[in-house]
């Protein structure tokens, strides 16, 4: 069956300008997060979604960052005006969301903010 | 003191070599313990899943928790240049929690 997905792949932006980054989960998956993995810091959680609600947004770096999950399914996250220190992947996983801890990667999208 | 110390490596072995991997944490609250297997500009996958003290095999690979010492670990035995990647540890309190990673160990096995 389909996995995690993800889309654009890639992106490189300028500085300032505002990025969407798409997440299509595991049909039938409730769960949803936002992780960022860049060199200096490894991964890191930004936001878990429960259905179409967030109850964890503790990982969102800044105001810059907000995320949404739509018909409980596709998530997706935007960066406002961006900055160099944006520039990392971000990974979404999702889980059964009933009791279950395993959480399944998309392959990231990988941002650049020059 | 991060929440999860994982040496970084690199660690290079030849190929059929038992590989080492290991993690210490220090929040007593993380009941599930993952291995996370990740190839260059790819996500990471999901090796293997341990909950309490103890050990699980899969194959070549052996999962160890050892909560008293808060001290995880991950054995390659005869291992491939296939399984050169970043490994990844992994804990998590409970269902609908998030993962706190380490910051992984990049892995390389030599023909």
């Known amino acids: 069956g389909a996995g995690v997905s993800q889309s654009p792949s890639n992106k490189v932006t300028e500085k300032g300008k505002d990025v969407e980054l798409r997440c299509d989960p595991i049909?039938?998956?409730?769960?949803l997060y936002w992780y960022r993995q860049s060199l200096g810091q490894g991964l890191e959680f930004l936001i878990y979604f429960q259905g179409n609600s967030a109850p964890d947004k503790s990982g969102l770096p800044s105001d810059r960052f907000s995320a949404e999950r739509t018909g409980g399914s596709v998530s997706t996250l935007t960066i406002q005006r961006t900055q160099q220190e944006d520039s990392a992947v971000y990974l979404c996983?999702?889980?059964?969301?009933?009791?279950?801890?395993?959480?399944?990667f998309g392959p990231g999208t990988r941002l650049t903010v020059l | 003191q991060k929440e999860v110390e994982q040496d970084p490596g690199p660690l290079s072995v030849p190929e059929g070599a038992i590989v080492s991997l290991n993690c210490t944490y220090s929040?007593?609250?993380?009941?599930?313990f993952m291995w996370y297997r990740q190839y260059s500009r790819k996500g990471p996958e999901l090796l293997m899943y341990?909950?309490?003290?103890g050990n699980k095999e899969d194959g070549r690979f052996t999962a160890q928790v050892d909560k008293s010492s808060k001290y995880i670990s991950l054995f390659i035995r005869d291992s491939q240049p296939s399984d050169s990647a970043t490994y990844l540890c992994?804990?998590?309190?409970?269902?609908?929690?998030?993962?706190?990673f380490g910051k992984g160990t990049l892995l390389t096995v030599n023909p």
């Open positions: 996983a999702s889980s059964t969301g009933q009791g279950a801890t395993e959480q399944f």
């Open positions: 341990t909950y309490s003290s």
């Open positions: 992994a804990m998590i309190r409970g269902s609908n929690y998030k993962l706190t």
């Open positions: 929040n007593s609250a993380f009941q599930y």
């Open positions: 049909s039938g998956h409730t769960a």
